[in-house]
C-alpha cells in the first residue's frame, strides 16, 4: 500500500522563507492576524486529516469505485468516503477560506490549496467531491442575487452540500456554443430547464443531502453561439423559504461514465426533465458567471497533478532506496547485501530528480499564484488588485497546462522506478498514472489552455501581462546577475526571459497574415512559459537556500542541499527542453495544415 507524509517542511519553506506570506498579510487587513504559527497549525491538522481519514480510502475506493441504482437513479459512493467526508464537515475544512459572513473561517485561499493539494496527493477522487464546491461557492459569491446567497452559500460553506458544474453535452465538450440545453422562463421568476449533460464530476452521490448544480442553458430566443448562454443553479432538492428541503427536483444521473481512472469519484450523465431553477447573473451572460467556476477549478486540477506528482515521487523515492538490483557500475555499495540498491543507478536518480523537481517547482507555482490569489482579492490598493488579477489570469492557464503535463509524466516515471510492482494495483503506482491522466483532459484540454493563453492572455492584451512577469523575472536577473553562486540558475533564465519578447512579436505578426500560426505555436508556447515560470521560482528557492546555508550554523543544513542539488539538476536536463520547444513552435503552420495527403 502507498505511503504519504505532507510535505509540511517545503510548504513552510516556500510560505515562510521565499514568499514571506506572514509580512504580505500584515498588508491584507483580512489577513492581518495570520501569523507563522496559525499556518503552520492548520497545515499540520490538515495533513493529519489527508493521512489518517483520507488516504487510507484510495486504494479501495479505486478498487471499488460508485455504484447506480437503476431503481431511483442514486449512487452509492465507495465504502468509507462518506463517513471520511463527514469528518471534513465537522473538522470546518470546507469552511477554511470562505467569507465568514456565510459561515467561513476567512483564512487566505493559499492555505486551502495547501490542504488540497495534500487531500489530492491522498485521494484525488475523493477530494474531488468537496473541492467542485469551491468553485459554485466562489461562482455565487460573485454573482448571485442577495436572496441565493443567503439561501445556498452557508450550506456550500459548511459543507452541508456539495456543488457541480454541468457544461458538457453529449455532441459539444469545450465548444460551448453548440449546447442545447433549454431554459424556459416561468411566472414565478424560476425557469424550467430540460437537456442532458455529461461527464459531471461529484454530479450524484450519497455524501450529502443535496447538490447544488450550476447548469449552462439557453433562453428562448437567445442570441446564437456563446452569446446566448445563460446559468441557472438547479439544485437536486427544492429549498423551502425556512431552508429546509422541500421536493426532489427532475435533475438525476442517468448513467455513470465507465472510466480509466478516478473510479472513486462519481463521473454522471445528468438528465434534466423540466428542472426549477433560478438564474445567476446576467441572461445571455453565463460564461461570464461560469469563467469564475472554471478558473477556480484550472488551478484545482494543476493542484490535483502537484498533489499526484508529490505522493508518486515519495514513494518512488522509498522504493528505490529499498529495492536490490544489480551492482552499481563504479563498485560494490552496499558490500553487507547481495546487491545495490537501485537509488545508486544514474538513470534510476534522473527520474527520480525528474519528479522532484516538478514537484517542487510547481509547489512553487502552485503557492507563489495563490498568494496572488489572496492580493488579488484582499489587498487595499486598488493598482495592486488588478495588477494581481493579470497576473493570475496570465498564469492559470500555464499552471493547469504545464503542471499536467508533467504531473502525468512524473507518475509515469514514478511507475518505472518501480519496475513490473509498478504495474501491479497493491503498490498504487498504476493508479497514481491513471488519475493523472484525465487532469491533462478536463476543465478545457490542455491545447484549450494554449490557445488561452498565447491568443487571449498574451497576444490579446498586447503582452501587458507578459511584460509584468518579464519585469519580474528581469528584478531578479538585476539582484543577482554578478553572483557567481547563482550564475547556474540565472544565466539560463535571463537567456530565456530575453527571448521571450522577440518570440511573441514574431508570432503576433505571423498570426496577423495566418491565425493558424497561433495554433500551431500555442502549445510549445506555453510549454516554454511554463518553464520560464518555473525556473524564475527555481531561482528564487537556490536563493533562499543559498543565504540560509551562508549564515552558518543551519540546523536543517540537508534541506537547503538538496534545494540547491535539485536546482542544479532541473537547469542543466530539464530546462534545455524550452529551447527545443522554441525551435518548435517556429516551424510554422504549413508543416502542420498542408498535410490532407499524409492524413488521407
Not at 328 to 336: N, Q, R, V
Request: glycine share 10%; aromatic share 8%; hydrophobic share 40%.
Amino acid at each position: 500500500m502507498p505511503q504519504y507524509t505532507p510535505p509540511l517542511r517545503d510548504m513552510q519553506f516556500l510560505m515562510q522563507e521565499v514568499l514571506d506570506l506572514p509580512a504580505r498579510f500584515a498588508q491584507l487587513p483580512a489577513y492581518a492576524e495570520v501569523d507563522t504559527g496559525t499556518m503552520d497549525a492548520i497545515l499540520e491538522e490538515a495533513g493529519k486529516f489527508a493521512v489518517e481519514v483520507v488516504q487510507p480510502l484510495n486504494l479501495s475506493g479505486d478498487a471499488e469505485g460508485c455504484t447506480r441504482n437503476p431503481a431511483d437513479s442514486s449512487v452509492t459512493t465507495p465504502k468509507g468516503f462518506k463517513e471520511a467526508y463527514a469528518k471534513y464537515v465537522e473538522g470546518g475544512w470546507a469552511a477554511l477560506s470562505c467569507d465568514s459572513a456565510y459561515g467561513g473561517q476567512g483564512l487566505p485561499f493559499v492555505l486551502n490549496q495547501c490542504l488540497y493539494e495534500m487531500l489530492n496527493s491522498a485521494n484525488q477522487a475523493w477530494a474531488m467531491y468537496p473541492g467542485l464546491s469551491h468553485g459554485a461557492y466562489e461562482a455565487l459569491h460573485v454573482y448571485g442575487s442577495a436572496e441565493q446567497k443567503k439561501q445556498y452559500l452557508p450550506k456550500l460553506t459548511s459543507g452541508e452540500w456539495t456543488g457541480t458544474m454541468c457544461l458538457t453535452e453529449p455532441h459539444c465538450g469545450t465548444d460551448l456554443g453548440l449546447l442545447r440545453t433549454k431554459a424556459e422562463p416561468q411566472a414565478d421568476g424560476s425557469y424550467k430547464i430540460t437537456g442532458n449533460k455529461i461527464f459531471i464530476s461529484a454530479g450524484e452521490h450519497d455524501m450529502t443531502d443535496n447538490i447544488l448544480h450550476l447548469v449552462l442553458a439557453r433562453l428562448p430566443d437567445a442570441p446564437k453561439g456563446s452569446k446566448g448562454i445563460s446559468l441557472f443553479l438547479v439544485p437536486k432538492f427544492l429549498v423551502n423559504a425556512d431552508g429546509s428541503l422541500g421536493a426532489r427536483n427532475p435533475i438525476s444521473c442517468s448513467g455513470l461514465e465507465h472510466k480509466m481512472g478516478i473510479h472513486g469519484n462519481a463521473t454522471a450523465q445528468i438528465a434534466i426533465d423540466g428542472a426549477v431553477g433560478t438564474l445567476v447573473g446576467q441572461a445571455n451572460k453565463g460564461l461570464q458567471a461560469m469563467f469564475v467556476m472554471m478558473n477556480a477549478a484550472r488551478l484545482g486540477v494543476a493542484n490535483q497533478s502537484l498533489g499526484l506528482m508529490a505522493v508518486a515521487y515519495e514513494n518512488a523515492l522509498a522504493y528505490a532506496k529499498d529495492r536490490l538490483q544489480m551492482r552499481s557500475l563504479s563498485g560494490t555499495k552496499a558490500k553487507d547485501l547481495p546487491a545495490d540498491p537501485i537509488i545508486v543507478h544514474p538513470d534510476v536518480r534522473r527520474m527520480l530528480l525528474t519528479a522532484k523537481a516538478y514537484s517542487e517547482g510547481g509547489r512553487a507555482m502552485m503557492v507563489a499564484t495563490s498568494a496572488l490569489v489572496d492580493e488579488e482579492l484582499n489587498h487595499p490598493d486598488e493598482a495592486v488588485r488588478k495588477a494581481n488579477a493579470a497576473q493570475v489570469a496570465l498564469l492559470t492557464p500555464i499552471l493547469k497546462a504545464f503542471l499536467t503535463d508533467k504531473g502525468f509524466d512524473v507518475t509515469v516515471l514514478c511507475q518505472q522506478v518501480f519496475g513490473g510492482h509498478g504495474y501491479i494495483h497493491e503498490t498504487g503506482m498504476e493508479q497514481y498514472v491513471r488519475d493523472a491522466r484525465i487532469n491533462m483532459i478536463y476543465e478545457g484540454t490542455n491545447g484549450i489552455q494554449a490557445l488561452d493563453l498565447l491568443g487571449r492572455k498574451v497576444l490579446g492584451d498586447q503582452g501587458a501581462a507578459l511584460k509584468a512577469l518579464g519585469k519580474l523575472v528581469q528584478g531578479l536577473v538585476e539582484e543577482e546577475g554578478v553572483n557567481e553562486r547563482m550564475a547556474d540558475f540565472i544565466n539560463p533564465l535571463a537567456q530565456l526571459a530575453g527571448q521571450m519578447t522577440g518570440i511573441t512579436t514574431e508570432l503576433g505578426l505571423k498570426a496577423l497574415q495566418n491565425p493558424d500560426e497561433v495554433g500551431a505555436a500555442a502549445t510549445d508556447y506555453l510549454c516554454v512559459m511554463g518553464h520560464l515560470v518555473m525556473g524564475y521560482w527555481w531561482a528564487r528557492m537556490a536563493q533562499t537556500a543559498l543565504r540560509a546555508l551562508a549564515e552558518g550554523d543551519v540546523a536543517d543544513k540537508t534541506f537547503y542541499e538538496g534545494k540547491l542539488q535539485t536546482a542544479r539538476f532541473y537547469f542543466a536536463r530539464l530546462f534545455p527542453e524550452a529551447g527545443l520547444r522554441v525551435r518548435t513552435m517556429r516551424t510554422g503552420s504549413k508543416l502542420l495544415m498542408n498535410t490532407d495527403a499524409a492524413l488521407a
